[in-house]
């Protein structure tokens, strides 16, 4: 198995404070690696780290194969990267941007600046200064810009911010496309979790500075299961019927308002009379499967998620 980047006890202290802890992560060649954890968990120091912008307090990282130092320009000049909010000269335009990105990337291939613009949909803006463009458009120029000298490892701190549910998808696609046809590959971040579900190869989980798990999407699909979820503004009386008269205990209440029951020998429609029987009002009742989003929050809020 080839891994293109890899960290080993990856740790940064800021003012005495241990922001990063420990963090091993392996990103093999030629997948979506989806980068996961709530806002100020570590996603993007560690990014930091990954392109040198921050220095490691202690550990290692690795990409290609070889140790990342102060002076791995070589190493740097592979990868392509938004971290944070994209900047550009704003009184030129798409165009001249990527150009001087080129020139000090020491990238000459001219053409493939049209390309990357066609690719992220910001073709047709002839003339127009950067000033003038949308959140979203900034954005797109963003990831042009981080693909336009085809990078083999793409670094995207949350990329689809500021962006509308089709560029969003749009962006999906695009990064699919640009792993399968490409070759290049991604370590991606979101707080969208539909989104890396759909993408994503992998997903590594980070909370309070420490990566709390590394596993394959494939396994966290094999691990679905199905349930039927109940909204009703009586939980307790619920749970009381649940238990008492359906003998059901295989069950979780998220919120003091949803139960999910993951007991299938009661049928659905049995549930629902009984509960109605016995006075409890149900607000809706679906059968579902468990999802990348329940995988995420069972990990935050219990820790390490036993297969």
Do not use: W
């Amino acid at each position: 198995m080839t891994y293109i980047l890899r960290t080993k006890q990856l740790t940064k202290v800021f003012n005495g404070k241990e922001v990063v802890s420990n963090v091993s992560m392996n990103v093999r060649k030629g997948e979506i690696y989806g980068f996961l954890g709530p806002n100020g968990a570590g996603k993007t120091t560690i990014m930091k780290m990954i392109t040198n912008l921050v220095k490691p307090t202690s550990g290692e990282i690795s990409i290609f194969g070889e140790k990342l130092t102060n002076t791995s320009y070589h190493l740097l000049g592979r990868m392509g990267t938004i971290i944070n909010y994209p900047v550009f000269f704003d009184k030129l335009t798409a165009k001249e941007n990527l150009d001087l990105h080129c020139e000090y990337m020491g990238y000459y291939n001219k053409q493939a600046i049209d390309e990357a613009l066609k690719l992220v949909n910001l073709q047709d803006i002839e003339g127009k200064a950067v000033k003038d463009f949308s959140l979203g458009m900034k954005q797109r120029l963003g990831i042009a810009r981080a693909i336009t000298t085809k990078p083999e490892l793409l670094i995207l701190d949350e990329p689809i911010n500021g962006l509308d549910p089709i560029g969003i998808k749009e962006f999906r696609q695009l990064f699919k496309h640009l792993c399968k046809e490409y070759g290049i590959t991604i370590l991606v971040s979101s707080h969208i979790l539909g989104e890396i579900e759909q993408m994503a190869d992998t997903i590594g989980v980070i909370n309070h500075g420490r990566l709390i798990e590394e596993v394959a999407m494939e396994h966290i699909r094999e691990q679905h299961t199905e349930y039927i979820e109940l909204v009703t503004n009586n939980c307790k009386k619920a749970t009381f019927v649940l238990d008492h008269h359906l003998q059901l205990s295989n069950f979780r209440v998220i919120d003091n308002q949803i139960i999910r029951l993951y007991d299938s020998k009661v049928p659905q429609s049995d549930i629902m009379k009984t509960l109605v029987l016995h006075d409890v009002l149900i607000e809706s009742i679906h059968k579902k499967n468990s999802s990348l989003e329940d995988y995420f929050f069972a990990l935050l809020n219990g820790g390490k998620k036993s297969a």
